[in-house]
């Protein structure tokens, strides 16, 4: 994980920032992220983020939710080299690319997790172990994905199990494109381990037509930041938020107190929590003097999420504020 290189080579077109908070009175962190590249052609954008399941049925997941990272990293490489190919190579059409990213890529990602997974068994289990079915033994690597790749040319992203991809767009509307049409119930979600993962893969598909319609921002989040809302209002005015914090005082800035944010998000929710997000730089607007800072995560008393008051934007300590 790196943030991109200023003092060397092309500028950035993205400038990235990443955490990740241990949730309240767990073992060890279950969340896995990784973030690489600019941008451009030769050098794609590539985020990831996984959430291990956790649970003791899940007892090896924070290693899947490593395993779930690093493929998709090696499987958006081969993406976006696809999208974007080097000399004199013609790029194939967004139609085959698009067909691409729904399809092949996820059926090549889930193959390679599962492979991944029970290669780790076979060479660590004990002979003292009770023998396990292929489908049992991937249950205990159990971990949700979010990933994106973003090029010049094209801007993807897929989602399996819960978390959140939140793009601002270039006009600054917050949406969360891959949101499921019926939220998992409890603790129960979608994962790597499902049978046939690969039909469960939500992807999303948006070629960037000009520079000038490229997102302003894409965040991708485990659900241990949305859960520390009381409603999905409360998620997406933290998005705004940290937009709004961005453009008007930059990436350095929020970057500094990111593991604040994600602190407190992860008191409220009490589990691990991920944030992975890029900021437009060429596109992003200048922000007003006084724009808000993210909302505060509501705790699990409060009957809906706060409507937070203005904020100093030069007091970056404290960038909740309590009614």
């Given amino acids: 994980m790196s943030e991109p290189v200023r003092t060397h080579g092309p500028l950035p077109l993205w400038d990235t ?3 990740s908070v241990q949730g309240v009175n767990k073992t060890r962190n279950q969340d896995h992220y990784d973030v690489e590249g600019l941008g451009s052609a030769g050098q ?3 985020m990831a983020v996984a959430d291990g399941h956790g649970s003791a049925v899940h007892a090896r997941s924070h290693l899947g939710s490593r395993f779930a990272v690093d493929l998709f990293v090696q499987q958006a490489r081969q993406f976006a080299a696809l999208a974007e190919p080097r000399g004199e190579l013609r790029p194939p059409s967004l139609a085959w690319l698009m067909n691409y990213a729904q399809y092949t890529l996820p059926r090549q990602l889930v193959s390679a997790w599962q492979e991944k997974a029970l290669g780790h068994w076979a060479r660590t289990s004990s002979h003292e172990e009770p023998a396990l079915s292929p489908p049992d033994k991937l249950v205990l690597y159990g971990s949700t994905l979010v990933g994106a790749v973003l090029t010049p040319r094209v801007f993807a992203a897929w989602q399996l199990g819960d978390g959140e991809l939140t793009v601002v767009t270039d006009d600054g509307q917050v949406t969360v494109p891959l949101a499921p049409d019926e939220a998992d119930l ?3 979600t979608e994962s790597l381990c499902s049978p046939q993962a690969w039909l469960r893969v939500r992807t999303h598909w948006a070629p960037v037509t000009t520079p000038a319609r490229a997102p302003r921002l894409v965040s991708l989040t485990t659900d241990g930041l949305s859960k520390s809302f009381a409603s999905d209002s409360g998620f997406r005015q933290f998005m705004a938020g940290l937009d709004d914090r961005l453009s008007a005082e930059g990436a350095e800035c ?8 994600l602190a407190k998000a992860s008191q409220h929710s009490g589990d691990d929590t991920t944030l992975v997000a890029a900021w437009h730089t060429a596109t992003a607007p200048a922000g007003p003097a006084g724009a808000a800072a993210p909302a505060e995560p509501a705790g699990p008393p409060e009957p809906a999420a706060r409507t937070p008051e203005p904020a100093d934007i030069s007091d970056m300590t404290d960038p909740y504020r309590s009614e």
């Fill in 17 to 19: 920032l990443h955490g």
């Fill in 186 to 188: 409890g603790d129960e």
């Fill in 254 to 261: 929020v970057r500094a107190v990111l593991p604040e944010w």
């Fill in 44 to 46: 794609p954008l590539i």
